[in-house]
């Protein structure tokens, strides 16, 4: 009971902290990021001290966010691209990582460190911090920009290195030690164990191309909603789980994962479904390393643990720069990838502790240097925040720009999309498709994406009515949206939705009646196509030309009448909730529409359309020459 | 024999009593071709290709037309628009109507006398014409004085049927290969060489 009383105290704490802090933050516009860790260390041990040690375990647990983001991350990036990315991973990468790490041993060994604890600390500080980059990149939307791409090579290079970090830090152990990475085959030979990595790597291939794809469409099919985020999120504890049996990185695998859904018709769903608990564990990741901060050892030594922060910073920084010119980016592509990457990351936090247990360094060298990495965390987003306000408007480059947009239309942000991938959804998309137009489609029907998917056409699975996934099909960046969907209580919601989170996108909506068009009407709609209108009136039109009308005729009688009867819908739909003045209307449109065609048959001798008609020309002018 | 396409252009033929009567007398012969543009375009989307294949197969072609605001119906502007492509009928390497024979056949409301400068039209209709005439110059086709069915918002039955088996008579004349091409070219109407 106590326990549990403790949680709940615990979560209130959290969360409230949470709500009250990254608002003003993000006010202020410091960014999401730098609330949570202001809200970390405002209830942080030194502090207020609403939690003490145990933000510790909180943040391993909240690490757990950062394999969900890994997941997300892999999802957007399909394996072509990453196919397409291995040069920047490994050259961009490994050039980070080896420079960065020899360049603070020799710092470490002109401090006086000896040479074992001088490599760990330099391996640990190499590292930067894919949770605070990403997340601030994807805030300020700088994914798809050439120095958030490289900054994800290299985090992602720096997460495959993690491994044979670890690998080695026991060779460096000064005593001896007991077996400190505790994994399933950590006790079988070398070769056995390299088997057996492959192996993990090789089943999360496989399950996730042959088993995870039919299992979502069978899900789907149940149309039980929470059954969706259950498997999302079984995809990804069970390969973290898996991943570390084998003593892999479980962000690499669930990111693995993630990179062989990226072409499945569920990935929009799936990132809508996981995306708020990524959000709120990464959240509660960054108030735990908020809180991790020992301010009492800053206290001790400011002068030292400052200098110290700076001079990792501006090495880091130094090096990213150059590798960045090597690598050939635009100057101010290159101050965004410096800036992202110049502090250490939560693998820091592991490696220390690691190293801790292997008693390579003094707890004195540990405690600084991880005080170091939270505070370079820390002052990251005031970095990015510098890059953006105070660099970037200097360096009016615009090639950037162009670059941008380019990236962008790759990764199918479409202009348009189209809910509802049935018959006449999908005509819409050919027609758009023959004229250049590529558009996002999304379907409810698991059968009918399957379906649509083998004619070669991206069509995703999902709900178009929800929110969160109308943001991940890019809402955000679409200018217009077709709704071809039938039942009405779908489209008034959705309708609902977009006017609320999207009130800038067009909305082009099918309509299936003049009933439906009127509810429509009503939401403010000006883009309106009813079903019955536009065929009944062609089959209209090849009547009267069956029955001997000339084309050209009975085309422009269609063509009045279409306009006619869309005028009267609009007038109509103020008069409709008056049931009285609806019917009187009504019948004096009907009156008008019929005068209309009389008046173009040239039956009615007062309408007579008299453009080419020779008996009033006759009046006017024949009398008078003969 | 030779071989004639007629390409007819009348947005509200059914209220037409000349036309209607003209078109009646277009023998019906296998050498020549009634295309009927406003059936076959309601919507104005010319199918180029095939036009451009009509063409190719006749030797005259006639402009079949009532004179609307000194000109023709849209329908055939945008028939020229369209099908009279640069290097194919005009222009480096277009030479595919050249030397064929092209003519306007057109009603008008308004008589002879209108088209004078003392008439309320001022122009004639041969200076109306130009643009078609000069269209034809540029495709290196032979352009003839229009046939021409005029003051038909008085015409009577009889005057019709008299306009129409002239048409007629023409077309069997051209069709015969029997017309003077250098007298045709210097008369005001083709209606004369009949």
Not at chain 1, 18 to 41: F, H, N, T
Not at chain 1, 104 to 110: A, P, Y
Not at chain 2, 106 to 114: C, F, K, L, Q, V
Not at chain 2, 136 to 149: D, R
Request: proline share 3%.
């Amino acid at each position: 009971m106590a326990a549990e009383s403790n949680f709940l105290l615990q979560s209130t704490v959290f969360l409230a902290a949470a709500v009250i802090c990254v608002p003003i933050a993000k006010r202020l516009g410091l960014g999401s990021v730098l609330g949570y860790l202001i809200a970390g260390m405002l209830i942080g041990p030194f502090v207020i001290g609403f939690i003490g040690e145990e933000g510790e375990d909180i943040m391993h647990f909240a690490e757990f966010g950062v394999v969900i983001m890994l997941f997300l991350v892999g999802l957007e990036l399909e394996p072509e691209k990453l196919w397409r990315l291995r040069k920047q991973i490994l050259g961009v990468g490994m050039s980070q990582v080896l420079i960065t790490a020899t360049a603070i041993f020799g710092v470490g060994l002109l401090l006086g460190l000896i040479w074992q604890s001088a490599l760990a600390v330099a391996l640990a500080l190499a590292l930067s911090s894919t949770a605070i980059v990403l997340q601030t990149l994807n805030e300020k939307g700088l994914m798809r920009s050439e120095g958030g791409q490289n900054s994800f090579s290299v985090l992602l290079f720096q997460d495959i290195a993690v491994i044979p970090i670890l690998a080695i830090l026991p060779l460096l152990a000064v005593r001896e030690v007991s077996n400190a990475s505790e994994t399933l085959i950590s006790d079988l030979p070398m070769g056995l164990q390299t088997l057996a990595v492959f192996l993990a790597v090789a089943i999360v291939i496989l399950v996730g191309r042959f088993l995870v794809v039919p299992t979502l469409r069978m899900i789907a099919r149940s149309r039980v909603r929470e059954l969706f985020m259950g498997m999302a999120l079984l995809i990804v504890v069970s390969i973290a789980y898996l991943m570390q049996l084998v003593g892999l990185s479980a962000a690499l695998g669930t990111f693995l994962a993630g990179v062989i859904l990226a072409n499945s018709e569920y990935r929009h769903e799936l990132e809508a479904d996981l995306e708020p608990i990524k959000g709120l564990l990464l959240g509660l990741f960054f108030i735990a390393v908020g809180a991790s901060i020992d301010f009492k050892l800053i206290a001790d030594s400011p002068i030292l643990i400052a200098s110290l922060t700076f001079a990792l910073l501006v090495i880091k920084f130094v090096i990213l720069f150059v590798i960045g010119k090597v690598f050939k980016l635009s100057v101010s592509q290159n101050f965004t990838f410096a800036f992202a990457l110049a502090q250490a990351g939560e693998f820091g936090f592991v490696i220390f502790s690691f190293v801790r247990q292997l008693g390579i360094s003094t707890n004195e060298t540990l405690s600084i240097g991880t005080a170091i990495v939270a505070l370079s965390m820390t002052i990251t987003p005031l970095l990015f925040i510098i890059n953006e306000k105070l660099i970037q408007p200097r360096l009016c480059d615009g090639s950037t720009d162009d670059r941008e947009r380019e990236m962008d239309v790759v990764d199918e942000h479409n202009k348009v999309i189209i809910a509802g991938f049935g018959h006449f959804g999908s005509t819409i998309g050919r027609f758009l498709r023959a004229n250049g137009v590529e558009a996002t489609y999304i379907d409810n029907d698991p059968d009918q994406v399957n379906l649509i998917r083998k004619f070669g056409f991206k069509v995703y699975y999902g709900d178009a009515t929800r929110p969160d996934y109308l943001l991940s099909a890019g809402a955000a960046n679409a200018d217009i949206f077709i709704s071809t969907l039938t039942d009405p209580d779908e489209n008034y919601q959705l309708v609902e939705t977009l006017n609320k989170f999207y009130p800038n996108l067009k909305i082009m909506m099918r309509a299936q009646n003049r009933y439906d068009a009127y509810e429509f009407i009503d939401m403010g709609l000006e883009h309106i196509y009813r079903d019955s209108l536009d065929t009944s009136i062609r089959v209209g039109v090849d009547v009267l030309r069956k029955l001997g009308a000339r084309a050209y005729t009975a085309r422009r009688v269609g063509l009045n009448f279409r306009k006619a009867d869309e005028t009267a819908m609009w007038e109509l739909a103020e008069h409709r909730h008056d049931s009285d003045t609806y019917f009187s209307e009504a019948r004096a449109r009907i009156q008008y529409q019929e005068d209309l065609m009389k008046r173009e048959r040239g039956e009615d001798t007062e309408l007579v359309d008299h453009a080419w008609d020779s008996e009033s020309l006759v009046k006017g002018f024949g009398a008078g020459e003969n | 024999m030779h071989k004639i396409l007629v390409l007819f252009a009348h947005p509200r033929l059914e209220s037409s009593r000349i036309n209607t009567r003209l078109i009646k007398e277009i023998p019906q012969q296998e050498n020549i071709t009634f295309h009927d543009l406003y059936e076959t375009y309601p919507e104005f989307n010319v199918d180029i290709e095939f036009e451009k294949s009509l063409l190719k197969r006749h030797e005259i072609v006639i402009w079949h037309h009532p004179f609307y605001w000194y000109s023709s119906p849209p329908l055939l502007k945008q028939w020229i628009d369209m099908v009279l492509e640069y290097g194919w009928a005009y222009g480096a390497g277009g030479e595919a109507l050249k030397d064929k024979i092209i003519f306007n056949a057109i009603t008008t409301g308004g008589n002879e006398e209108a088209y004078c400068e003392q008439g309320y039209n001022k122009y004639s209709i041969r200076q109306f014409m130009q643009p078609f005439e000069q269209t034809a110059n540029l495709c290196l086709m032979q352009y003839l004085p229009p046939f021409a069915v005029m003051g038909t918002h008085n015409m009577k039955g009889e005057q019709i049927d008299r306009a129409a088996l002239n048409y007629g008579r023409l077309l069997k004349v051209l069709s015969n290969g029997d017309l003077d091409l250098e007298k045709a070219k210097s008369l005001r109407y083709l209606n004369e060489i009949l």
